[in-house]
């Protein structure tokens, strides 16, 4: 289950309205705790796929390591990510798991349609390795 | 001559008499340590371990190794933990593609790749890639 403040799952929302007709990306912190991945902050991301920022995402991992050190002095992990499918159903693509390595952290997918956040999906990435990864559906409780 | 199967190192500045001092040496920053067989400096450096893959790294976050390179970094490390191996390297050895390794905040892609130098108090990052979009490829 992903647990995340209201304020946090608007500002996810928010980013995909902002970056509209472009996919935004950013990253979940937090704390895992057993199944539960509870975020506690959330860090936005510039997309870098600039050739086709509408239909791909790709984060600067430059960026991920400034973001993994910050989290670090706020004794958060990364537990997750983020991106919007601007009018595309809220579902994970052969695309996402194709390109999804960190096993065990949640991906949060918002449709945005027409420039406005409609539904918002998570997905946990399961597995042992490349070879057997896959995601499941992921409750995410907004509290 | 056979090519070394050793990437390039820092050279012991101190010559070949220096492992009749010992370990370390007062010619080398301390906590580096002078290794007595390959005169070679190997400096204490730490690996940032990502969420993915703590479970096989102790459930450590971060693990100290003993590295005058990347390579040798890697090397201590799946060595300290061997269930790694396969999540970062590919059968034939090669580090997975998806794997970015920074040195600070230098990808050593764009260093000296594998054969960088580390020096101690370095901090070296695994940065598995993140990407996706919703067309499907």
Not at chain 1, 120 to 143: H, Q
Not at chain 2, 57 to 82: F, T
Request: a neutral charge; aromatic letters at 6%.
């Amino acid at each position: 289950m992903l647990r995340i403040s209201q304020r946090e799952f608007e500002s996810i929302r928010r980013h995909g309205e902002e970056t509209y007709p472009h996919e935004c990306c950013g990253v979940l912190l937090g704390q895992m705790d057993g199944d539960i991945r509870h975020v506690t902050s959330t860090a936005r991301c510039g997309n870098t796929r600039t050739d086709s920022p509408e239909n791909r995402y790709h984060i600067d991992p430059k960026e991920l390591v400034r973001i993994q050190r910050e989290g670090r002095a706020r004794n958060e992990d990364i537990i997750g990510f983020y991106h919007s499918h601007p009018d595309h159903p809220a579902r994970w693509s052969q695309t996402d798991l194709a390109e999804a390595h960190w096993l065990g952290c949640s991906y949060v997918i918002t449709r945005v349609a027409q420039g406005k956040a409609d539904i918002t999906n998570s997905f946990g990435l399961t597995g042992t390795d490349e070879s057997d990864k896959a995601f499941v559906d992921e409750p995410v409780e907004v509290a | 001559m056979s090519q070394s199967k050793w990437p390039r190192r820092r050279r012991c500045r101190l010559g070949p008499t220096v492992g009749d001092r010992g370990p370390r040496s007062q010619n080398v920053d301390p906590p580096c340590i002078l290794d007595p067989v390959y005169g070679i400096i190997l400096c204490m450096a730490k690996v940032h371990i990502p969420t993915p893959l703590r479970q096989y790294a102790g459930k450590q976050a971060a693990v100290e190794v003993k590295a005058g390179s990347i390579a040798e970094a890697l090397s201590d490390l799946v060595s300290q933990h061997p269930d790694l191996r396969r999540h970062l390297y590919t059968d034939d050895g090669k580090l997975r593609a998806f794997v970015n390794v920074y040195l600070n905040d230098e990808d050593v892609r764009y260093l000296q790749k594998e054969a960088t130098a580390v020096k101690d108090s370095d901090t070296i990052s695994i940065v598995p890639s993140i990407a996706g979009g919703r067309l499907a490829r």
